[in-house]
């Protein structure tokens, strides 16, 4: 027997992959093998396609969950599957902002030349895709926060930062400096809503909600574009006109106390803040001296004061 001669054991020796077998495998297992210079070219998903996995998602859950020992961890659960959707909105506003970033150097290393003419409309192309991919993530943040809404009875909101839809835009062809013009103006629109803007305040101890609905849908009736501003307080007073605003879809802007940076001044500063928008007119009910304190400055930049609820301060 010939120890050197090779054996024949029914086997086909290894061959190292090659890169056109490589793009095949991925091709037969994605669909799509987008190079770095490429735009990825295939949809989105549809909205009702989107809107029955969702819902399907939160049924199962639901499902799942009901009626067991593991019931008092449901709501916290939803609010994380909601959660999913805005964080990928974000990560990818984060990626935006890079793409802006490199838009703005393409443009000044503009030479002519026929290299740096194509980098910048790759730019352009990537941040179009990415702005509609962070419209897409926050189209299912809203639907999953509605359901979510729905099965809890409380309104879904980030643990910190905002909670913002913005505009679609695309275009089939469009100039850098349009571009990073337009999306800037975007999202300027997106967080200083244009309407009436009327400032809200009371204790936290006040709780006659009916009084307060009324109060602001009195106030709404006068100013049909009614954007209301208060202090973001838990409980009390200014957590009823939050909740008049949600069921109401009213948009609210909440003025919290910077306890970190103003310390015991924080109350006031934030007063300073929410007149710094001159509202049309504040709306006041029983509270502290802070509430106190908005009202008569409110009273000194010639600001209408409203009071409601048989108003004291303490």
Known sequence: MNLLAPLDDGFEPHHAS???DRFIYEMQLYGHRPLQDEPDPRGLPEEP???????AIFDAFVEMFGDTRLEPDLEDLLWSSVNLFHRAGERIQRELQRNEDAQHSGQEEQDGSEVKSVELERLIAEGITLLERRNAFEFMRDYAADLFGAETGSTWRPRTGSKVSHANMTAAMIDSRDFLSARRHAETEVLIPAGTKIAFSGGMDYNDHECIFDALDRARAKFPDLVL??????????RIAACWAENRKVTQISFKPNWTKHAKAAPFRRNDDMLSVMPAGVIIFPGSGITGNLADKSRRLGIPVWRFGGVSFR
């Open 18 to 20: 090659s890169p056109t």
């Open 49 to 55: 396609v989107v809107q029955s996995a969702i819902t």
């Open 229 to 238: 501003l208060h202090g973001g307080s838990p409980k009390g007073a200014e």
